[in-house]
């Protein structure tokens, strides 16, 4: 069938329309025709108002404790951002996708984002086992997520940029910190039972024995795991220095309650637990009477004093509520958003192989943590910190490094 032009008003025919068309000065047709094919002939949700991107993490399951905080953090950003007058100037709107907690999901509803909502971006995933998940998806369908989760290296993708922190940076960082801060010696070694506690242990093992020193005991227990009292007798029997863990999501709720019910005193330090997973999201669900004492290896905690972040934390707060908390995933998960928009302005397009261009070298200036910056590598620049825990749920930063810590996922000796 002939496809006919409706008239705005009587009497107006074809050729009236056409004549008032060619009326039009040809610099402004090529102008917008030219704008048209940078930016909107993508193939992805933009159109000459909007941009689409996904927001995919657990808002279910035993992760959602931990996840929570990310999307709160990724709707602000989006919110700040369009308050500034949007990407390219359009508005971003996003569709929210619960991965609820389990992998198979994420990788399913990664594959709905890309394919049939074609958004220009995912900010998602927490753990390492998501990230897996849905890395295939995003890499055959050449979508590009923000990743906000320390994480254990051994990975570089052109489809996902790394705004949480690698081992290098987290892990070696707080061990040397344990060594010589607090003479640690003995490292007891307990996890969640996924790739990244595994992993990360691995890691952690090569490093305490270059450094001299001994792993007593390593145990691993499944998501959402909530009975710890063999594992504490254990850990009594054994007397380390140090627990090192990465237990995750709920299963901390009823580590640390066990650990203090067990008569563990953390403010003590006999043994001294130094986390790499528990931020304030997680001690808002364990009560601060119970992670009293330990220490956190993490790159932000949100009682930095710089004006960044306190920006950002009244930000938050207004947004999210007076007794919100600020974790440093969910830091990470604020910066995706303005990295991505950075790139895209750069690029002057959504188009995601040339943002891929441009990303590398993207800073922002204005990051609660302080100034980041994209590695070629796709991961960030950022300091090493350790955090104390106090009762009210916050941390004292006792330990920050002077430099930016390059990132170096693929360490050698470490793989």
């Known amino acids: 069938m002939k496809k006919t032009i409706s008239p705005s008003r009587p009497g107006t025919t074809r050729r009236t329309l056409l004549k008032g068309l060619a009326a039009i000065p040809a610099a402004m047709l090529l102008a917008t025709s030219a704008y ?7 193939g992805l949700a933009v159109t000459d108002d909007t941009v689409t991107v996904g927001i995919l993490h657990s808002a279910t399951g035993t992760m959602a404790i931990s996840e ?3 999307i709160q953090a990724e709707k602000l950003a989006i919110e700040q951002i369009n308050a500034s007058g949007g990407v390219l100037g359009r508005q971003i709107k996003y569709i929210q996708e619960d991965g609820a907690s389990d992998w198979p999901t994420f990788a399913e509803k990664a594959k709905k984002l890309l394919v049939k909502d074609k958004v220009a971006a995912i900010m998602g995933c927490w753990t390492s086992a998501s990230r897996k998940a849905v890395l295939p998806v995003m890499e055959q369908y050449n979508g590009m997520l923000f990743y906000p989760t320390f994480y254990e290296g051994l990975e570089q993708s052109p489809n996902v940029i790394y705004t949480g922190q690698e081992a290098t940076q987290q892990i070696l960082k707080g061990i040397d910190w344990a060594k010589k801060t607090k003479g640690a010696k003995k490292f007891f070694l307990l996890g969640s039972d996924y790739i990244w506690p595994r992993t990360s242990n691995k890691i952690a093992r090569k490093h305490i024995e270059k450094l001299g020193l001994k792993v007593v005991g390593e145990e691993y227990y499944p998501l959402g795991h909530t009975q710890f009292n063999s594992v504490i007798n254990k850990i009594k029997l054994k007397r380390p220095d140090v627990i090192f863990t990465t237990v995750v999501g709920g299963s901390n709720v009823a580590f640390y309650k066990q650990l203090n019910a067990a008569g563990i005193d953390l403010t003590k330090e006999k043994p001294l637990v130094l986390t ?3 931020t304030e999201d997680e001690i808002l669900g364990i009560g ?32 999210w509520g007076d007794d ?3 974790g440093d995933v969910t830091q990470a998960a604020y910066l995706g958003p303005w990295l991505w928009k950075a790139a895209v302005e750069k690029a002057g397009s959504f188009d995601i192989d040339k943002i891929r261009k441009t990303l590398p070298g993207i800073e922002l200036t204005t990051a609660p943590e302080g100034y980041v910056k994209v590695h070629p ?10 955090g104390h825990a106090k009762k009210d749920g916050q941390f004292d930063v006792v330990y920050e490094s002077k430099e930016l810590i390059e990132p170096n996922p693929f360490p050698k000796g470490y793989q």
Do not use: C
């Open 324 to 326: 919100i908390v600020i």
């Open 276 to 278: 790499l997973s528990v």
């Open 36 to 42: 048209a094919s940078d930016v909107n002939s993508t």
């Open 68 to 70: 929570t905080g990310s």
């Open 288 to 319: 601060g009477e119970n992670v009293e004492g330990l220490y956190a290896s993490m790159k932000y905690f949100q009682s930095l004093p710089n004006d960044n972040n306190q920006a950002f934390v009244k930000a938050f707060k207004k947004r």
């Open 377 to 386: 590598n796709h991961h960030l620049w950022s300091k090493s910190r350790i």
